[in-house]
Nanobody
Framework: QVQLVESGGGLVQAGDSLRLSCAAS????????VGWFRQAPGKEREFVAE????????RYGDSVKTRFTISVDSAKSTVYLQMNSLKPEDTAVYYC???????????????WGQGTQVTVSS
């Protein structure tokens, strides 16, 4: 079983940047995909980005693809989400999870972390 722990959230102003971390522990995770999702109050959990652990292949949701960058540091077993030019509509709880296939479907992800809150003020 892989455990994921998110960190790095906080309160920032519009236009600021944040870097979220998703640290993996437990069973060695050296393949597959790690994805970031977010959930705003009263809304569905939304796909943000994913990365293939070994190849580094990545994909993004349409609303973030010009502003966010996902990366992996395999030596630290950590996936990062660099978020630039933040907007109030980016406010949400951000979660990371693992998948065995390339997918944006929330239902195919497992090992969800507890989430980290990002709040962007206008």
């Amino acid at each position: 079983q892989v455990q994921l722990v998110e960190s790095g959230g906080g309160l920032v102003q519009a236009g600021d940047s944040l870097r979220l971390s998703c640290a993996a522990s437990g069973r060695t995770f050296n393949s597959g995909y790690v994805g970031w999702f977010r959930q705003a109050p009263g809304k569905e959990r939304e796909f943000v980005a994913e990365i293939q652990w070994n190849s580094g292949d990545m994909r993004y949701g349409d609303s973030v693809k010009t502003r966010f960058t996902i990366s992996v540091d395999s030596a630290k077993s950590t996936v990062y989400l660099q978020m630039n030019s933040l907007k109030p509509e980016d406010t949400a709880v951000y979660y990371c999870a693992t998948a065995n296939v390339i997918t944006t479907l929330r239902s195919l992800y497992r090992n969800w972390g507890q989430g980290t809150q990002v709040t962007v003020s206008s």
